[in-house]
């Protein structure tokens, strides 16, 4: 009984708000490379600009070193940034947005983002929360369409 409780533990996909760091942990069920067109994808469809996508595996390569497969990805929408800004206008050195996926010492993938409430706490936002519940909204959808089964 144990063992399938703990089974059914693992199979749940595991996402993490810690606010410690202000980083949400998605685990995704697909490779980096997968993972990141999955992303992309999901940002062009919403009609997001993606600003560039950065393969800091293939730098390492390129400087005779080694990293596990590690992608970002840099992405936006004036129509929702302006208004953070118009908040508190030093949030515009954590945007645009990114997202990062990245393949850890056991072989599984993760997509990690900053956490829009970190985010307000930092630059210390405040009569924005309806854009921070939009942003923290999009942000999960987006990053379900990429790591999802």
């Known amino acids: 009984m144990r063992t399938l409780i703990i089974a059914l533990v693992m199979a749940i ?3 993490v708000a810690s606010a ?5 942990n998605i685990k995704s069920a697909h490779d980096v490379a997968t993972t990141t067109d999955r992303l992309e994808t999901a940002l062009k469809k919403k009609g997001m600009s993606v600003f ?21 990805v840099i992405f936006g929408n004036p129509k929702v940034g302006t208004p953070l800004m118009q908040c508190a206008q030093r949030v515009a050195i954590d945007l645009p947005q990114k997202a990062l996926i990245f393949e850890d010492e056991s072989g599984n993938v993760w997509l990690s983002y900053n956490d829009p409430q970190y ?3 930092r630059h210390d936002i405040s009569g924005c ?17 990429a790591t999802a089964p």
Do not use: I
């Open 13 to 15: 996909p595991v996402s």
């Open 20 to 24: 410690a760091d202000g980083m949400v």
């Open 52 to 72: 560039g996508r950065v393969d800091h595996a293939a730098g390492a390569q390129n400087a005779g070193m080694k990293l596990r497969p590690t992608q970002l």
């Open 119 to 121: 985010l307000a706490k």
């Open 129 to 145: 929360d309806q854009v921070l519940q939009k942003v923290s909204g999009a942000l999960g959808n987006f990053a379900k369409a």
